[in-house]
């Protein structure tokens, strides 16, 4: 392509230089919008409880997710991009950064609209003899 004047060869090159500086955003972006599931819950299904990922390394792909460790020893919650492990007996405490990991999901969470709770009363025993209770 030739160009005639000065002034496209300019707009050429300052739409290319934008292209590409857009298209680094909009990926770093897309990147903080997504969630990361490590293995398919399947793998579990079929018995595969082996380590994929260590919890070190999930702390890189997101800070607020869920999960379980190596052997199906306890619940996974990452919380604030710390990792807990929770085990069945109730105690809960940090991961260390190299537990095996064999299924997860995680994401950056980032507040998009603000929301203040005031005046919030919930009765849980109200809630608790509710019929279709969950709870």
Not at 71 to 80: H, K, S, Y
């Amino acid at each position: 392509m030739k160009f005639t004047n000065k002034k496209h060869l300019i707009l050429a090159v300052l739409a290319g230089v934008f292209t590409i500086c857009a298209s680094d955003a909009y990926a770093e972006q897309a990147d903080r919008e997504s969630i990361v599931q490590v293995a398919l819950l399947q793998s579990l299904a079929q018995g595969y409880f082996g380590g994929t990922i260590t919890s070190g390394e999930l702390r890189a792909l997101g800070d607020t997710g869920i999960g379980t460790f190596e052997g199906l020893n306890g619940e996974m919650i990452v919380l604030d991009g710390k990792v807990y492990q929770a085990l069945g007996d109730g105690t809960v405490f940090t991961a260390p950064d190299k537990t095996p990991i064999p299924y997860a999901t995680a994401t950056f969470f980032e507040e998009d609209i603000p929301v203040k709770l005031t005046d919030i009363k919930v009765d849980i025993l109200l809630l608790l003899k509710q019929e279709d209770s969950y709870c």
